[in-house]
């Protein structure tokens, strides 16, 4: 038996179990810390203040189905520090080339398309049909929203965000900590954290 817990309790933890039924999980568990939920879709939910020690003892993969990306790696970094096995999933529809790197706890989606040459950091999410292409260095917890695109030789910095249907110009870099909203389109460094919008991006004050 081949078997897994989902850390969380919502619609994108439903898309990972999907995943995971894919990836020949058979015995598939969500685990929340709201003890009003038991059931998800199909799948039990289980108590995280009760019950995660007896998961992470009994040797489940672990996968955290969190969207913020800053609460992804506090509970990531938890699941790590208390030895839990933690994995990352790749839809069979994805592609993604031989010699990819792809850091614990990433999840690629269905359509996405990863290029040669590119690092993929921990806590990832490569969302439906997004593309990152050859020799990108995507940071730790960041989210490429479904049919963001970025061009060759990108970087995007820790905990960064791109909105659905982004688009990255080749050699750009974006720093840690910014979020582009839906349908930007970047053609210059982005070396200020933030928020930024538009056709081309602007920095957007709060």
Not at 12 to 34: E, P, Q, R, S, T
Not at 136 to 161: E, K, L, M, Q, R
Request: hydrophobic share 40%; aromatic share 6%; proline share 3%.
């Amino acid at each position: 038996m081949k078997s897994i817990a989902i850390m969380g309790a919502s619609g994108h933890c439903k898309v990972l179990a999907d995943m995971a039924l894919l990836n020949g999980y058979d015995d598939i568990v969500f685990i929340d810390k709201n003890p009003e939920i038991d059931m998800l879709a199909e799948y039990p939910v289980a108590d995280e203040d009760t019950d995660l020690d007896y998961y992470i003892e009994h040797h489940y993969d672990f996968i955290v189905g969190i969207g913020d990306g800053k609460i992804r790696r506090k509970v990531q970094e938890m699941l790590e520090e208390r030895g839990a096995d933690i994995v990352s999933l790749i839809h069979p529809s994805a592609v993604v080339a031989y010699d990819v790197k792809i850091g614990e706890g990433t999840a690629v989606m269905a359509g996405a398309v990863i290029n040669p040459s590119t690092v993929i950091g921990k806590g990832c999410i490569i969302n439906t049909s997004a593309s990152v292409d050859h020799d990108n260095v995507i940071g730790d917890y960041v989210h490429v929203s479904v049919g963001a695109h970025t061009a060759g030789t990108v970087t995007v910095g820790d905990n960064s965000w791109l909105g659905i249907g982004t688009i990255v110009s080749n050699n750009i870099d974006i720093c840690a900590d910014t979020f582009i909203c839906a349908g930007g389109v970047v053609v210059k460094n982005l070396t200020k954290p933030g928020k930024y919008a538009g056709v081309p991006v602007r920095f957007v004050p709060i």
